[in-house]
C-alpha cells in the first residue's frame, strides 16, 4: 500500500474504509449507549476487526518524532491502558516494523493517513479527530495534537478504560486476546473551545503537617497528585487546568500540564500567573527584587515587577494569561476613599493594558498570547455599570461567574467584539455556600445553567471549580460532556434526566444486563439531590446538635437555658423521614452491584446521605434527652445519640481507602470546630460524655 501525506490510497480501499458494517460501531447521541468497551469484539474477530493484544497478536503504537510531547504522552497511556486490559503492553516506536498490528497516531501536515480519515473535513478545525480502521491498523488522527490525544483517550475509553478510574476504582474486564470491532468514528470540533478544572482550596492532598496536625498550605504536595488530576482531564478531553490556589507552586507541575497538552492557567487575583499568595509566604517579592506592597498607586513598578516574574517564569509554556487586579488573599483590591467608579474603571483599564502589553512583549513569537478576565465577585457589578469604560482589549476573554453555587450571575446580552466564557462552580469554599464534603449542584442545575451560557455565547472558555475533584466527579463529567457536544445535548429534552439515568446505566448497570440495578441507582441520585440540593443541608442537624448540647451542659448543671430554636427543630424531624426514604432508595440499588461498584457507590450517594441521615437521627434523641424528665432518662438518650454518630465515624474512615487516605480528617478548612468539618457532632457529643457534663460547650 501507497500513501501521500494526509492524502489518499487507492479508490477501491478508500471506499472499504468508508464502509461501516452492520457490526462497527456506530456514531450515537451523548447520553444514550454505554461506552466503556463498547467497540470491543467479545465473540469471534469479524471481517475488518483489528486484534490489538494477544498471545501471538503482537501489536505497536506509532508516534513520529514530529509529533509533540502531548501526543507521545498519549501514545503512552494507551499503551499502559492495553495492558491493563490485555496483559501485553504495546511498544511506542517512531515507525512500523514487521508485519505487526499498527495503531498510527497523527497530526494533519505531521504524516500519512489513509482517505477514509477525509482530511479535508478536519482541515482548520478545533481538536477535531477520526478513528478508522483499515488493514491491520487503527489511524488516530487529529486535526492538531490535542485532537490526536483526544483520539487515543476516545479508543482507550472504548476499549474498557473508566476515564475517572482513579475516581472510581474501577478496573476494565480483561480480554485476551483484545478485539477492537471494525471502526470509522469521527468526532468534530467541541462546543467550547477552553475547557478545564480549577483545583482550588487544596486542603486534604498529602504534604507536611502544621502545628494544627492539618496539611500545610506551604507545602509540597507529591507530582503523583497533579498527574493523576492532569490523566483525569485529558480523558475527559479538557484542554486546560488551574491546578492550584494554597500550595507551594513548583514550575515542574505547570511545565507538565503544557507538556502533557493541558493549557495553565489561574484563578481571578492570580494576575498572570505570577503566584501573589507567595508574595512573601514564598518570598517572591524580594526574589523579583521589590518590596512586598500590593498597591498600584504607591508600588506600580513594583507590581509591575510581580507580574513579570510571572510571565517569565512561564512563557514558554502553554498559558492562558488571567489579567486585572485584586487582593492577594482572594478580596477585593483595596481602592484609596472617595475613588469613583470611573477612576477604578479607568484604573482596571491601565492596569490590563500594562499586563497585556507585557505579555505580547516577552512571549515568544510562536506562543501568540491568550488572556482571559475574569469578573469574580465585587467586579461584576464594576463591569456592568459600564463595560465601556473597562475597554478591554479584543483579544481577552471576558469571563463571567456564577453564584459560587452553580447559579449564573451574568452573562453577556451581547458578545460584542470580544469571545466570552465562563468560571462555575461545583465544589466552593465560603460561608454557607461552602462544598467541600460531598456534591451538592444537582444536573438540574447543571444543565438548566449551561444551557443559557450557550444560549449567551460564553462558549470561548470554561473553567470549573472542583476542588480536589474526588466528590464531584459525576458534575464534572457531565460538565465536560456538555463542553465538547453541547448541540447534541440540547437538542433533545430532558438532559439533566437523560444524563443521571446513563451516569447510572455506565457505572452501575452492565452491556446486556443490570438494568434493575442502574434504575434503582437511577432513582438514588435522584433521591440524592432532593434532599442534598443545597450546601447548608448538610450542616442543619450539627446546628442543631451543637445547639442541644449546649442546652445539655446547661440542664446538667440545673441551669435556666434558652429554648432551642423551634424552626430548627421542625426541619430536623421533617429531613428525617426524607433521608430515611433517601438512603433507602441507595441501599436497595447496592444488590447487584460489583464490589468496586459498590465501593464507588458508597461514596458518591452514600456518603453524603449517610452524614445527614446519622447526624439528624444524633440531633432527634438529644432533643428528646432534653425534654427527658431524669437524669437516667437524659444519659440513656444521649448514649443512644452517640451511636449514628460512632457509626458515621467508621462509615467516614471507610470512605478513605487508597489512595485517598485522611480525606474526611479535619483539615484548615474542616477545623475542629468548623460547620463543614463532619466530626465536629460527634466530637462535641463525645466531649459532653467524657465529662459527665459538666463544664460549657466549646464553639
Not at 432533643?623 to 462509615?651: F, G, H, K, N
Not at 460527634?682 to 459532653?688: E, G, I, P, S, V
Request: hydrophobic share 40%; with cysteine; glycine share 8%.
Amino acid at each position: 500500500m501507497t500513501f501521500r501525506r494526509i492524502c489518499t490510497i487507492p479508490c477501491a480501499l478508500a471506499a472499504l474504509c468508508a464502509m461501516v458494517s452492520s457490526g462497527a460501531p456506530a456514531q450515537t447521541a451523548p447520553w444514550t449507549d454505554f461506552l466503556r468497551g463498547s467497540w470491543v469484539q467479545s465473540g469471534p474477530a469479524a471481517q475488518g476487526d483489528v486484534i490489538l493484544a494477544g498471545k501471538n497478536s503482537p501489536s505497536q503504537i506509532v508516534v513520529g518524532d514530529n509529533e509533540t510531547a502531548a501526543v507521545h504522552q498519549a501514545a503512552e497511556f494507551l499503551a499502559g491502558d492495553i495492558e491493563r486490559i490485555s496483559g501485553y503492553r504495546p511498544p511506542v516506536v517512531k515507525t512500523p516494523s514487521g508485519d505487526r498490528v499498527s495503531i498510527r497516531l497523527v497530526t494533519l501536515g505531521n504524516g500519512e493517513a489513509p482517505a477514509a480519515i477525509d482530511a479535508g473535513a478536519m482541515q482548520g478545525q478545533w481538536e477535531s479527530y477520526r478513528i478508522v480502521t483499515a488493514n491491520r491498523a487503527v489511524w488516530l488522527v487529529g486535526s492538531n495534537p490535542r485532537g490526536t490525544a483526544f483520539a487515543a483517550f476516545a479508543l482507550s475509553e472504548r476499549l474498557g478504560i473508566d476515564p475517572l478510574y482513579i475516581w472510581t476504582g474501577y478496573t476494565p474486564e480483561h480480554r485476551d486476546p483484545l478485539v477492537l470491532k471494525r471502526t470509522s468514528f469521527a468526532q468534530g470540533p467541541p462546543a467550547f473551545r477552553y475547557r478545564g478544572f480549577f483545583h482550588d482550596d487544596e486542603d486534604l492532598l498529602p504534604r507536611p503537617f502544621d502545628a494544627n496536625g492539618y496539611p500545610l498550605q506551604t507545602g509540597d504536595v507529591p507530582l503523583d497528585w497533579y498527574k493523576r488530576f492532569f490523566e483525569t482531564a485529558l480523558r475527559l478531553r479538557m484542554n486546560m487546568v488551574a491546578p492550584y490556589v494554597r500550595v507551594h507552586r513548583r514550575y515542574e507541575v505547570q511545565k507538565l500540564a503544557s507538556d502533557w497538552g493541558l493549557y495553565y492557567t489561574s484563578h481571578h487575583y492570580d494576575i498572570l500567573v505570577s503566584n501573589p499568595f507567595g508574595l512573601v509566604r514564598f518570598n517572591l517579592a524580594a526574589e523579583r527584587g521589590l518590596r512586598p506592597e500590593w498597591n498600584w498607586f504607591t508600588n506600580r513598578e513594583g507590581m509591575l515587577k510581580f507580574w513579570r516574574g510571572g510571565v517569565i517564569e512561564n512563557r514558554d509554556l502553554d498559558v492562558i494569561w488571567p489579567v486585572g487586579m485584586r487582593g492577594t488573599e482572594d478580596r477585593p483590591f483595596l481602592f484609596p476613599p472617595g475613588t469613583t467608579d470611573d477612576d477604578r474603571a479607568k484604573t482596571f483599564r491601565e492596569v490590563i493594558g500594562e499586563q497585556v502589553k507585557m505579555v505580547r512583549e516577552l512571549v515568544p513569537q510562536n506562543k501568540p498570547p491568550l488572556f482571559h478576565f475574569t469578573m469574580y465577585s465585587e467586579m461584576l457589578p464594576q463591569y456592568q455599570r459600564n463595560p465601556a469604560a473597562f475597554d478591554l482589549p479584543p483579544d481577552v476573554i471576558i469571563v463571567w461567574p456564577d453564584d459560587n453555587d452553580g447559579h449564573m450571575r451574568g452573562l453577556p446580552a451581547e458578545v460584542g467584539r470580544w469571545k466570552h466564557g465562563v468560571y462555575y462552580h461545583l465544589a466552593y469554599l465560603g460561608g454557607r455556600l461552602t462544598k467541600q464534603l460531598t456534591h451538592i449542584v444537582a444536573p438540574s442545575t447543571v444543565a438548566e445553567q449551561f444551557d443559557k451560557i450557550v444560549k449567551a455565547g460564553a462558549t470561548e472558555y470554561m473553567l470549573v471549580n472542583v476542588s480536589e475533584l474526588r466528590d464531584y466527579v459525576m458534575g464534572a463529567r457531565m460538565i465536560a460532556d456538555i463542553t465538547w457536544d453541547a448541540p447534541a445535548i440540547y437538542a433533545r429534552p430532558g438532559p439533566a434526566e437523560r444524563y443521571t439515568a446513563w451516569w447510572s446505566r455506565e457505572y452501575f448497570g452492565a452491556p446486556g444486563g443490570g438494568a434493575s440495578t442502574a434504575q434503582a441507582a437511577e432513582t438514588a441520585y435522584h433521591k440524592y439531590f432532593g434532599v442534598l440540593d443545597t450546601p447548608d443541608k448538610l450542616w442543619q442537624a450539627p446546628d442543631a446538635i451543637q445547639e442541644l448540647v449546649d442546652r445539655l451542659y446547661r440542664k446538667v448543671a440545673g441551669e435556666a437555658y434558652p429554648e432551642v430554636n423551634a424552626d430548627t427543630l421542625a426541619q430536623v424531624h421533617s429531613r428525617k423521614g426524607q433521608l430515611d426514604e433517601a438512603l433507602a432508595a441507595e441501599e436497595r440499588a447496592v444488590t447487584g452491584m460489583s464490589l468496586s461498584q459498590q465501593r464507588f457507590y458508597s461514596v458518591d450517594v452514600g456518603l453524603g446521605l449517610r452524614v445527614a441521615q446519622r447526624q439528624t437521627q444524633a440531633a432527634v434523641k438529644l432533643e428528646e434527652a432534653l425534654r427527658a424528665p431524669d437524669s437516667d432518662r437524659i444519659w440513656q438518650l444521649v448514649l443512644e445519640a452517640r451511636a449514628p454518630l460512632e457509626q458515621l465515624e467508621t462509615e467516614l474512615a471507610r470512605a478513605e481507602y487508597p489512595p485517598f487516605d485522611r480525606w474526611y480528617h479535619e483539615s484548615w478548612i474542616r477545623t475542629a470546630l468548623s460547620p463543614s468539618n463532619p466530626h465536629r457532632p460527634y466530637n462535641q457529643l463525645r466531649a459532653f460524655i467524657s465529662s459527665e457534663g459538666h463544664g460549657r460547650l466549646v464553639r
